[in-house]
Structure formats: structure tokens, C-alpha cells
């Protein structure tokens, strides 16, 4: 399965406050890792140290390629208690892509029936594509009926590779995954598989999450990652191509 993934894009460089590399230190290390397609997601405000929002307003910019990879542009937002997101549509429309996240830094635990519902909530933004790391049961989600939402809004669940480098920190982790993933293999809704890097040596870093997926047989045609025309169809990307 490792051969065939081509692309991350869940990736954080030093802009997001506790992150280590540079934009082109990210792309240079995809490129050596032969990635075709590099998404660069930057924190949203309410995580210590990120961007402000201005930030997202001029990712025009920064190239299309460095060093044979394509860039992409998004950001990690969080979802709120209040089934919000954390930055303005204004700034949400200048990106390519947004992933939504629960996070302990701006979120705090109302029960599984209603946190499903607040990240539900966040999927219906048309540049949601993307929930990140839905795995940890210090915020439990009702996977059921996440994954229906997911197909049901255009939205792929993801597998966070970094969950299991910190999988004494996510509670039941990975038994949430295995439940996870076995409903979107019968619901038939697709998986993006992420690095979630905080540093250029670990773009690309997926083998903790493929070991998973091999284990439970998922089904390939599911996982974003090994096409990147599979993925720009996915969030509906037009301009690649300048």
C-alpha cells in the first residue's frame, strides 16, 4: 500500500507556533519522499502561537510548485461548542481546502451525541472536506453517524499517522479507528490518510496508520492518497494546472 501514496496534506510548518520547518523545507523533504502533492494547513486562531488570520488572505503567493511538488493551501480549524468554526468565512473562501478539528486547546467535552453533532454542524461548509484526527475518546464521537454525515456531505474522515505516535494521549485511539474505518468501508465513504507534520522529517510519515490499514483489509479505493487527480476532484480544485 505505501508505494502508492502520493500525497499529505495535513502539514504544519513554524507559522503555526509549534511547528519546525519552512514551507519549502516541507515541500524539499516531499519531494526527496517522492511525493507529487504537498497541502500545507496551517492552525486556525484559537490554538497558542498560530497565524493570524491575514495570514490566508495572500497564500496566492507562495508557488504552485517547489521542487517538483504541488502545493495546496489549507487550514486546520477548530470546530467550537457552539458548532462553529474558528475562522471567518471570508478567510475560509481564500483557501483551497479546510480540514476540522476538535481540539483540546479551544474545545471541551460535551458528551458523544452532542460533540458528533458539532462536527457534523462544521461539515456542511462547502470548503470542509476534511475531519482530522476523529479518534479520541476524551471528546467521543458517535462513529455511525459521523461516517453517514461524512457521505452524506462530501467529506473524507481522516487517519491521523501522528495519533499513533501519541497513542498514550488519544484514549482508545485505535480501537476508534477500527470502528471508524469499518463503517466507511460499508457506508462506502472515503478515508484521507495524513502525516499531521510538525516537522519536515515527518512529511510523508505514514506507516503507523498503513499498518492499521492493512491490518483490517481496508479497501484502496477508498484512501484519497494515492491519486492526486483523485484528490483535486475531491475538493473540486480547478486551477491546478497554472
Known sequence: MKQNFVLDIHTHTLASGHAYGTIREMAQTASEKNLKLLGISEHAPGIPGTVEPIYFSTLYVVPRQL?????????????????????????????????????????????????????????????????????????????????????????????????????????????????????CMEYQSPVIVSSDAHDPSLVGEFSEAQKLLEEICFDEKLILNTDVEKLYNFIHFKNHAE
Open 67 to 183: 521542487y517538483g511538488v504541488g502545493i495546496i493551501h489549507g487550514c486546520e480549524i477548530n470546530v467550537l461548542n457552539d458548532g462553529s468554526l474558528s475562522l471567518e468565512q471570508k478567510y475560509i473562501d481564500r483557501l483551497d481546502y479546510a480540514i476540522a478539528g476538535i481540539h483540546e486547546q479551544c474545545y471541551h467535552d460535551e458528551g458523544r451525541k452532542k460533540n458528533t453533532e458539532n462536527v457534523i454542524s462544521c461539515m456542511k461548509n462547502e470548503k470542509v472536506f476534511f475531519i482530522s484526527h476523529p479518534d479520541d475518546d476524551h471528546t467521543p464521537l458517535d462513529y455511525e453517524l459521523l461516517v453517514q454525515a461524512a457521505k452524506k456531505y462530501h467529506v473524507a474522515l481522516e487517519v491521523n499517522n501522528n495519533t499513533f505516535r501519541r497513542k498514550k494521549k488519544r484514549l482508545n485511539c485505535v480501537d476508534n479507528y477500527k470502528t471508524m474505518l469499518k463503517l
